[in-house]
């Protein structure tokens, strides 16, 4: 009985996960390994070794490793700080990174366009200074600041979690049997906050990898990221099949390097994503 | 306690489902429109619901694609459409547009006779469509930066003077349109060495380029944050009016002229309540308030006559005919064709 109230319960997740999770990618696959006349075809994936789309995937690879770095440099000695500060400041300030997340992200990346564009704030404010006037909007640094700017909270938030769940007196024992506070990080903060990190950086990668939006627009059209091949394909060339198939091995990618973090997350607390 | 209100939660979720599908249309007339952004005064359908009864159920899109795509995917059966040439032609020929009866339009008769002419690239015999707004694609400048002199050719685009502030369209054949014309080639080509050399044009201009854009230019132009941009004349007349330093030229190598029209898709269910709205909309007064909504050049020639002579004689919404000579429709590419500038429209952006 209870079992079957269980299950009962489970129900509308249940819809949830096969009507908006499994059925679209079974949809994509379809479409990824057919052509235009629905026949059979690995065309659309082997389409990846073209040249451009080559070229496509490894900028976006590059892009989102560079931002995911960026992102875990800021982010841990940030946590470390926030996590040395007195509990009631704690959650003030994770409350401070969080409040931008209230707000749609395409308003804050449009934000950041008029912020950075020729005439845009930053440069009016430099012109006023007497520096330079930079051309910063419209650059791969551009979309890397925009993901950067994006992603942070995902990177900052898992970290905090795993650090301030590392006990005081986990850390004054070490002191007691002698450790200095470099021994302290090397061998307690460090490895139990991997599974932290290794969340975050999955949190951030992801999404990175598979962005067109934040390229689009702070991109001006010069950035051309798999995420905007796909996206063209569909829209622009109205060819599903080949997006489809695109999109798969671009899920090949996400799926991969999902594994791979996970195989070296060894303490797995639940921080982690899966 | 947060057991139960999640238990709550499902089922409202659940029930909300139910009901969400289980509404059955009623027996109102509907009549479902599909038009770019923008592209109707909103005004104006209220009027119609409230003359006709009709409830509208309007619908926008951006780009003609993202239109094509829309409208094949089928989920929502159109009665009636507008969108641009060449994806009209696309559309008639693959049998998706029913044959339109024009004389049930009383207020067709307004519609300018050289315009109808000029929509024969795309609807040879006039039976399928109704010009709503056309339009040129030419040089919007920042006549503080510019000469306006230089802005009578294409080649402006290419000068080095200008790196990093010129705005080109990011469209694959507005975009081309711009070295093909430039070389003198139709901006129709299909040929691989004619676009091979457009596109090696488009390459060496790409490092002065400040972005690729399409519905942003009109803003990032009279923001100041450029000087050149390759754009619509209606988009140039909007930049116009948010700032005065700004000025619309088309180059004498000549340029597209584009034609939005109306017609009616296969899927149209109430081809009586659409011809009644095709009427309302060439209605003059109907027509001057779009016409002043969306300040595109209009092809009805009872709002045009009434229009006060400064805005007649506004060469950026309504070019000479000596400009208009030296355009070209857009006619639709077959698929070797669209495929081919697919393909380099990639190569210029992943370069």
């Known amino acids: ?274 | 306690m947060k057991k139960k209100i999640s238990v709550f939660a499902a089922l409202f979720f659940v029930s909300a489902l139910a009901i969400g599908c289980g509404s059955s249309p009623d027996n109102k007339e509907t009549l479902t429109v599909l038009n770019y952004g923008k592209y109707f005064d909103p005004e104006a359908l209220k009027l119609f619901e409230e003359e006709t009864g009709i409830q509208v159920e309007y619908e926008e899109y951006e780009s003609p694609e993202e239109m094509y795509t829309k409208y094949k995917a089928g989920s929502i059966d159109y009665d009636l459409l507008c969108t641009s040439d060449y994806i009209i032609q696309k559309l008639i020929d693959e049998g998706e547009v029913l044959e339109m009866k024009h004389e049930n339009i009383d207020e067709y008769k307004n519609i300018d006779a050289n315009i109808i002419d000029a929509s024969s690239a795309f609807d040879p015999d006039h039976k399928y469509t109704i010009p709503y707004f056309y339009g040129t694609v030419g040089i919007l400048y920042n006549t503080d930066e510019v000469d306006a002199a230089e802005t009578n050719t294409w080649d402006v685009l290419w000068n080095d003077k200008y790196s990093g502030k010129i705005i080109m369209e990011n469209s694959v054949r507005d975009c081309f349109l711009v070295p093909l014309k430039q070389l003198g080639y139709s901006l129709n080509t299909t040929d691989e060495k004619e676009l091979k050399e457009a596109l090696q044009k488009l390459l060496d201009q790409k490092p002065l380029i400040y972005a690729y854009f399409v519905d942003e230019t009109g803003d990032e132009m009279a923001a100041g944050n450029a000087s050149l941009a390759v754009t619509y004349s209606g988009e140039a007349a909007y930049a116009q009016s948010l700032s005065d330093n700004l000025a619309y030229s088309v180059p004498k190598e000549g340029s597209n002229l584009w034609i939005d029209s109306w017609f009616l898709p296969k899927t149209c269910k109430n081809q009586e309540n659409a011809e009644k709205f095709l009427n309302f909309l060439c209605r003059e007064d109907i027509a001057k308030m779009n016409f002043d909504y969306v300040y595109y050049a209009t092809p009805n020639t009872a709002v045009y006559d009434n229009l006060d002579d400064e805005t007649k004689n506004d060469k950026t919404i309504f070019p000479d005919s000596s400009v208009l000579d030296n355009c070209e429709v857009y006619l639709s590419l077959d698929e070797e064709g669209t495929n081919l500038y697919n393909q380099l429209w990639k190569e210029l952006k992943s370069n």
């Open chain 1, 1 to 274: 009985m209870y079992n079957f109230k269980r299950q009962f319960l489970s129900g509308p997740y249940i819809i949830w996960i096969v009507g908006f999770i499994v059925l679209p990618i079974l949809v994509i696959c379809y479409y990824g390994i057919t052509d235009a006349s629905g026949s059979f075809t690995l065309e659309n994936i082997i389409a990846i070794s073209e040249p451009i789309h080559m070229k496509a995937l490894l900028l976006s690879l590059k892009l989102a490793l560079v931002s995911t770095l960026l992102c875990l440099a800021l982010s841990y000695p940030l946590a470390m700080i926030l996590n040395g500060l007195h509990v009631k400041h704690q959650s003030f300030i994770v409350f401070i990174f969080v409040l931008p997340m209230w707000m749609n992200f395409m308003l804050r990346i449009l934000a950041w366009q008029l912020i950075l564009s020729n005439n845009g704030i930053l440069n009016t404010v430099f012109q006023a200074l007497g520096l330079p006037r930079v051309s910063l909007l419209n650059t791969p640094a551009a979309v890397v600041f925009g993901m950067v700017y994006d992603y942070l909270p995902f990177m900052i938030l898992p970290i905090y979690n795993s650090m301030s769940r590392i006990g005081n007196d986990i850390v004054d024992a070490a002191r007691d049997l002698g450790c200095n506070k470099f021994q302290v990080f090397a061998k307690i903060i460090l490895p139990l906050t991997v599974s932290g990190v290794l969340s975050g950086i999955i949190m951030v990668f992801v999404p990175a990898l598979t962005s067109f939006v934040i390229s689009n627009l702070l991109g001006g059209g010069k950035v051309l990221l798999i995420g905007n091949v796909i996206e063209q394909e569909f829209m622009q060339n109205t060819n599903w099949n080949m997006g489809s198939g695109l999109s798969i091995v671009l899920m090949i990618f996400v799926i991969a390097s999902m594994a791979f973090m996970n195989s070296h997350n060894k303490e797995g607390e639940g921080t982690a994503v899966w």
